[in-house]
């Protein structure tokens, strides 16, 4: 049996994959007992493990002066060259070449590191592979600009070279780090939580929190993070929901999310003024429990102002239904009815945090105003 074999046919990894894996060459890191099944599952793992190699490649050149050549082909796909450029005679020897083909790459990412750099794309299929340039700088030519727009794409270096008027003392080190560890931009991760608690009015309150972090091209640190929220109440038979977004843009406009809708939270009333009265018999039976359902909306949008400083401007809806019509507000009182709001918010934030955890450290706080006009009448409330 060959590892070859669970590669497909023409694949830029089929020379790395020549030596034959044999029976007695698995044996010797493993006894007899599991043998045959490790053999059976040696294709599938090759195959996934270059499955996930090809699908989105990331192709860098030197420091030095260095020819991009791509070549799309009819059916999508690409030939990539690139050369070392000698400058005296403006010609290079490959150092890299492969063809990349539609079923197994979804994105092909050319990374210029600096030099004096050309790039040139040749031909047009309507199945080809996605393009992506990112570059520090300006490159000597880029024919990628001529490209279906679709299909080729520029971006700025996520490790450009320091500013001008940047501190001199910059490490080296840490700058050719950012050049060649990019950021990840691409994926999702997904982190869940549990979430538990008991008191006597709401009983057992059991649920899950989920956290969904998206990443994109050039949007540092992340393309978007929600939150999925879920609890159930055992004590009132209702659910809490809750769902937040962080949304980043390719602008500077930023979009934070909020909506949320409680059926568990339950207050104990025991009626108007200093002197009402509180019987152990009827606050044991649930006599005093007041509970009310709660729907809340909350989108923001968030600019940035200069430094830390950022400015926000948003909505806020919110709904509170009609209390239940038993116990000590039987009869529905005045003021015990369901109530709508909506307003208008503006606000600062100010964020000087840096670091990741546990070595994060700074100042953050928000200020928020908010005008709540009479949109809705609220007869009963």
Not at 140 to 164: C, I, N, Q, T, V
Not at 191 to 196: E, G, S
Not at 197 to 223: C, I, K, N, Q, W
Not at 244 to 256: E, I, M, P
Request: proline letters at 6%; zero cysteines; a neutral charge.
């Amino acid at each position: 049996m060959r590892l070859r074999d669970a590669i497909p046919a023409g694949s830029a990894y089929l020379e790395l994959t020549k030596p034959r894996i044999t029976g007695s060459v698995v044996f010797t890191a493993a006894t007899g007992l599991w043998l045959a099944p490790v053999r059976v599952a040696l294709p599938l793992v090759a195959r996934e493990y270059y499955q996930l190699l090809a699908d989105q490649v990331d192709v860098r050149g030197t420091t030095a002066s260095d020819d991009f050549e791509l070549d799309v082909q009819a059916n999508g796909s690409v030939d990539v060259v690139i050369r070392a450029r000698d400058e005296r005679t403006d010609h290079g020897t490959p150092f890299f070449r492969r063809t990349f083909v539609p079923g197994e790459t979804s994105e092909i990412r050319l990374y210029t590191m600096g030099g004096h750099d050309r790039i040139r794309i040749a031909g047009q299929s309507d199945r080809a592979i996605p393009i992506h340039t990112v570059r520090p700088h300006d490159l000597a030519a880029d024919s990628s600009r001529r490209f279906e727009p679709s299909a080729a794409a520029r971006y700025a270096s996520l490790g450009a070279p320091a500013a001008a008027g940047e501190s001199p003392r910059a490490d080296p080190q840490d700058l050719a780090r950012k050049q060649y560890e990019t950021f990840r931009d691409w994926g999702r991760d997904w982190l869940f939580y549990p979430r538990l608690s008991y008191d006597s009015t709401r009983g057992l309150v059991a649920g899950t929190l989920a956290e969904r972090t998206a990443y994109g091209r050039e949007l540092d640190s992340f393309a978007s993070e929600m939150g999925f929220g879920a609890e159930w109440s055992t004590g009132t038979n209702r659910p809490r929901l809750e769902y937040n977004a962080d949304l980043r843009t390719r602008s500077r406009v930023r979009a934070l999310v909020y909506v949320a809708y409680s059926g568990i939270d339950v207050v104990k009333f025991y009626g108007t003024g200093n002197e009402s009265a509180r019987t152990p018999s009827l606050l044991s039976s649930g006599f005093y429990d007041v509970r009310q359902e709660l729907v809340v909306a909350n989108p923001v949008l968030e600019i940035p102002l200069g430094g830390p400083v950022r400015g926000r401007l948003g909505a806020l809806f919110k709904h509170a239904s009609s209390v239940q019509d038993s116990g000590i507000l039987a009869g529905r009182p005045e003021g015990t009815g369901g109530m709508t709001l909506a307003s208008a918010e503006a606000g600062v934030v100010v964020d000087t945090r840096t670091g990741t955890f546990p070595g994060r450290s700074g100042l953050s706080f928000h200020m928020t105003a908010r005008h709540t006009p009479k949109v809705f009448s609220n007869p009963a409330a």
